[in-house]
């Protein structure tokens, strides 16, 4: 049973626009949760994180938004630029920080 | 600036062959880890370690064995491999444990024929 989940597979917008990327835990114990980038014959990298404390966390053109009572989170990339084609995983850690849980990832594909 | 070193990055293997994924780091991290990426299936954490001389189970041990003899290297070994264990593994790295970002290799891809 996926305790993250990213119940889409692949999302395609056009350059400027807004991407909006999804993600959905079960675990409730979970209070910390990471958005990582992955490019082909790469590793993952860190993008982006927030701890349950807040519902919102900006770092430029990448916002995190978490939803507690839903069990959400979201990725808003604007605007969204050719390069930020990658896929992106979802990630939560619980209070003890014993594991690190990922989604199955998103492909985000950026139209010029 | 190495960060996170894998090998070897590819590697085919035969069933009941094993072998040996190495992972060195260079920040002085007490924390290291190997994962593996399947499709569909995200990136599941096969082992840890929270220090030198100390593993543990992560998520989907069985058939693999690790170990930390040295701070800044966290071997995975393979001692029967079989075709599930076709997969990309990437090791990882962090300074103080999963809430803490961590920082990942390139990936060892690794095929078992």
């Known amino acids: 049973d996926q305790q993250v989940k990213q119940n889409s597979p692949s999302l395609s917008v056009q350059e400027g626009r807004i991407s909006i990327l999804n993600c959905d835990y079960t675990?409730?114990?979970?209070?910390?949760f990471l958005w990582y980038k992955k490019y082909p014959a790469e590793g993952p990298t860190f993008l982006i994180s927030i701890s349950s404390i807040k519902d919102k966390n900006e770092d430029g053109r990448f916002t995190v938004f978490l939803n507690k009572s839903a069990k959400h989170l979201s990725l808003h990339i604007v605007p969204s630029q050719p390069g930020d084609s990658a896929v992106y995983f979802c990630?939560?850690?619980?209070?003890?920080?014993?594991?690190?849980?990922f989604g199955s990832g998103t492909r985000l594909q950026v139209q010029p | 600036n190495a960060g996170v070193t894998q090998t070897p990055k590819f590697r085919v293997l035969k069933t009941g062959q094993s072998m040996t994924l190495l992972c060195a780091q260079d920040?002085?991290?007490?924390?290291m880890y190997w994962y593996r990426q399947d499709p569909g299936m995200g990136l599941r954490l096969i082992h840890y370690?929270?220090?030198?001389?100390?593993?543990a189970k992560g998520e989907v041990p069985d058939g693999y064995n690790v170990s930390r003899l040295k701070k800044q290297n966290f071997l995975l070994g393979l001692e029967s491999a079989a075709p599930s264990q076709t997969s990309v593994y990437f090791c990882?790295?962090?300074?103080?444990?999963?809430?803490?970002?961590?920082?990942f290799g390139e990936g060892s891809w690794l095929t078992v024929v």
């Open positions: 675990n409730s114990m979970f209070d910390y």
């Open positions: 990630a939560a850690s619980d209070t003890g920080r014993r594991a690190l849980t």
């Open positions: 990882a790295s962090s300074p103080e444990g999963f809430g803490n970002t961590i920082y």
């Open positions: 920040m002085n991290h007490e924390y």
């Open positions: 370690s929270v220090g030198e001389g100390t593993t």
